[in-house]
């Protein structure tokens, strides 16, 4: 019958066209599975050559983190967490040559102590003390300030120790106290005596033995059991060729304490710079060599240079002027009762009014030079920290161009700190100080505190931020302190 012919026609094309369907799925399928197998073994073999790369960079210079006692193979089955590089870690170890190389069998310690501008100035001498008696350096501890909680700081929180090891032989204090073997074997004095307290938490913070009392007659332990330690203690303040002469002892760790009056490197001028070889140090230049010191054991670590970059780009996009004002009643005071500092006759009077008005005078004839107006950066301790504020809103009532960064270094820094800043244990406050300094350091015009050893620091590294190409020039300075005793005699 036709309707039924044409009914089966119907459902026999029906079918037809459902197998197709199916056929054409199941080719689909198949090229899913293909595409997802083959993606398995792509990315199975990036993965391979990835650890293959790891475990080939492994040990060159770098510490390795993998888990004690895993076989090779399980630490490359261990997954690899690939991340950048935290800016406040250590520094990657490398290779560097010094320019002087030093007796790699003699060591000599910079026990560096007082607040950490003091340590920078004792460091300089103390490197410079290292090439005379022709001993390797050990980076010491650094110390952060009382006045803002004291710990001890890792080198490369506080200094370029690349920069110092480039110039010098150096060890790290690790090295040290394993050539030492747990025990320093002199102690070089000059006219200071140093108290208990000082070998104590110095033996307590490098890790090695400093035994002491001494006899006086005989300058050794005055026990008779034990390695003997002997200090050299001439009772007056040596001159160079007799810390050569008196400190030339054959045995291999000397602990150097920083003497209070080690400020030799102070007002030293641009010398020329030393050659990548020192072959004979005789030959240099006592200021070639002083200078090239200052250089490379003031730089500033890298993470703290280039933070100060990027919150001044920021904040100023442009030149701008530093202002140090250390004079705080809290520290600073102290050199009144203690120094009899001239300064303190009227530190107290001055305000943060006559000391805008300082700053506006002085900067009326620069006006030219500041043609996008002047934008102003206030440095002071925090304990200071509303005194400072006073002075900026003078500022700004005497001119209106003036500007003030909006946002404060402090809150900068506070949103770079993360769990990288806390593991690493860095200061806040000491971080802070660094930062600041590095500000005045690259400032364009710097108002200084004199009888501020903060001070004094920012200006000696102002010689090396090179300046149309070349270093050593050195710009704009005044003393902010007697420009504005100035104005407070003058009554206006
Ligand atoms: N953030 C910040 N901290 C400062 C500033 N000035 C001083 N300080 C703090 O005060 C400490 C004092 O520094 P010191 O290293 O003793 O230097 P100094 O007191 O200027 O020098 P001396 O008078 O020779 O002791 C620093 O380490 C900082 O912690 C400043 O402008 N900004
Ligand atoms: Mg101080």
Redesign the pocket.
């Known amino acids: 019958m036709p309707g039924q012919r044409s009914l089966c026609l119907q459902v026999i094309s029906l079918y037809k066209r459902s197998i197709m369907k199916m056929r054409y799925l199941i080719s689909c399928v198949k090229i899913l599975i293909v595409v997802l197998v083959l993606t398995l073994f792509l990315k199975f073999c990036i993965e391979r050559s990835a650890f293959t790369q790891l475990s080939s960079n492994r040990n060159l210079n770098r510490p390795s983190y993998g888990q004690k006692g895993l076989s090779d193979k399980a630490s490359l089955l261990t997954p690899v967490v690939r991340k950048e590089r935290c800016i406040w870690e250590p520094p990657p170890k490398r290779n560097v040559i010094p320019k002087i190389k030093l007796d790699p069998t003699k060591f000599l310690y910079p026990g560096i102590r ?6 920078m100035r004792q460091l300089l001498k103390i490197v410079h003390v290292a090439i005379l008696l022709n001993r390797t350096l050990v980076v010491p501890n650094f110390y ?2 009382f ?2 909680g004291q710990q001890i700081v890792q080198p490369y929180q506080r200094v370029d120790v690349d920069r110092i090891c480039g110039l010098v032989s150096c060890v790290t204090l690790e090295t040290f106290q394993k050539v030492c073997n747990g025990t320093f074997h002199n102690v070089f004095l000059q006219k200071q005596n140093f108290p208990g307290n000082f070998y104590i938490t110095t033996a307590k913070d490098t890790g090695l033995a400093i035994r002491w009392p001494w006899d006086k007659t005989t300058n050794k332990v005055k026990s008779t059991s034990g390695l003997t330690v002997e200090r050299i203690f001439p009772n007056k303040q040596l001159s160079l060729t007799e810390i050569k002469e008196y400190f030339n002892v054959p045995k291999p760790c000397a602990l150097y304490p920083g003497h209070a009056d080690d400020m030799s490197f102070f007002y030293l001028k641009p010398s020329l710079p030393l050659p990548d070889m020192v072959e004979d140090i005789s030959k240099l230049q006592e200021d070639d060599l002083k200078f090239a010191i200052m250089e490379a054991v003031g730089a500033l670590p890298q993470v703290i240079d280039d933070i100060a970059l990027a919150y001044s780009q920021k904040v100023f996009k442009g030149d701008y002027v530093g202002v ?3 004079y705080d009643d809290s ?2 005071a102290r ?1 009144c009762t203690v120094f009899k500092d001239p300064t303190c006759k009227n530190f107290k009077r001055i305000s943060g009014k006559h000391i805008a008005t300082a700053i506006h005078n002085d900067l009326q004839k620069s006006m030219t030079k500041f043609t996008q107006g002047i934008n102003i950066y206030i ?4 304990s200071m920290l509303t005194f400072a504020q006073s002075i900026v809103t003078e500022l700004k009532r005497l001119n209106s161009t003036f500007h003030i960064a909006s946002q404060t270094l402090k809150e900068f820094v506070t949103d770079k700190i993360d769990s990288c800043f806390k593991k690493n244990n860095w200061h806040f ?2 971080t ?2 660094l930062i ?1 300094m590095a500000l005045m350091q690259r400032s364009e015009y710097f108002y200084y ?1 004199k ?6 620091n920012c200006q000696q590294r102002r010689w090396f931020v090179p300046q149309n190409g070349k270093l050593a020039v050195m710009k704009y300075e005044a003393s902010i302190f007697d420009l504005s005793e100035a104005v407070l005699m003058s009554g206006s």
Do not use: F, I, Y
Not at 451 to 456: A, D, F, L, Q
């Open positions: 007082s607040g950490p501008n003091n340590q952060s300030h006045s803002v140090h004002w250390r520290d600073w050199h440095a002071a301790p925090p406050g000491d802070l100080s600041e505190s009888s501020s050893t903060w001070s004094k």
